[in-house]
């Protein structure tokens, strides 16, 4: 299994600013995954980061609003862009591993004023 | 469209009961049906998969049973635990080339009742 940890584990914000939100693996991983998980909601694929390429987003999710660094094969950011309260979410980093299984971060919970 | 549902929101039990949950998909073409368990302020946590050439995968306490005729999944949990006590997701995976998309349903949320 991996070890991932997120940054921040929570922020406020106000509408209109960007927040970063970093996720790192204790050990290479070639695929990371952002998942956005909106209050009593299920998860939302956002997008595929693989490491040496841009990232490959979900329909409905676009890099202008979420741009993603995938900078080496243990780290990974989601930017959060141009915020409003409809981005008030938790978001999920995660890692694949051997066939289909993935490994989930703790998540940041994000707020939008 | 494809959807990934559950029939249930929300699931009750008395410690020591045995829990069972539901989930109906719709998309034939998925390889792999997975169960996540997420606790309160925490990530998805891999509980048992099961390969869609298979109908039934046990683990410990836990058993997965997969009807593609009727595409429905549950997961069955023995001698059920207030530690038992999370949302619990179906999700279908499905290979995208090299790696393998999630798309999750709508989630469980199981009390146990001591």
């Known amino acids: 299994s991996a070890v991932i940890s997120q940054k921040p584990s929570r922020d406020i914000c106000q509408r209109g600013t960007s927040l970063t939100i970093q996720c790192q693996v204790d050990?290479?991983?070639?695929?990371m995954f952002w998942y956005r998980q909106q209050p009593g909601q299920s998860l939302t694929l956002i997008a595929t980061?693989?490491?040496?390429?841009?990232?490959?987003?979900e329909s409905g999710f676009v890099i202008d609003k979420f741009p993603i660094s995938r900078p080496n094969l243990t780290f990974s950011t989601l930017t959060v862009s141009n915020m409003s309260p409809e981005d008030s979410s938790i978001y999920l980093c995660?890692?694949?591993?051997?066939?289909?299984?993935?490994?989930f971060g703790p998540g940041t919970r994000l707020t939008v004023l | 469209g494809e959807s990934v549902g559950l029939h249930l929101p929300t699931l009750s039990v008395q410690e020591g009961d045995n829990s069972i949950i539901n989930c109906a998909y719709s998309?034939?073409?998925?390889?792999?049906f997975i169960w996540y368990k997420q606790e309160s302020g925490k990530g998805p946590q891999f509980i048992i998969d099961?390969?869609?050439?298979?109908d039934k995968r046990q683990g410990q306490r836990v058993t997965v049973l997969l009807n593609k005729t009727v595409k429905h999944l549950s997961l069955q949990i023995a001698a059920t635990q207030p530690g038992d006590s999370a949302v619990y997701f179906c999700?279908?995976?499905?290979?995208?080339?090299?790696?393998?998309?999630?798309?999750f349903g709508k989630g469980t949320l199981l009390t146990v009742n001591p």
């Open positions: 995660s890692v694949g591993a051997s066939g289909n299984e993935q490994f």
């Open positions: 050990s290479q991983v070639t695929m």
């Open positions: 980061a693989n490491q040496g390429s841009e990232a490959t987003y």
């Open positions: 998309n034939s073409a998925s390889d792999y």
């Open positions: 099961i390969r869609s050439n298979m």
């Open positions: 999700a279908e995976a499905r290979s995208g080339g090299s790696n393998y998309k999630l798309t």
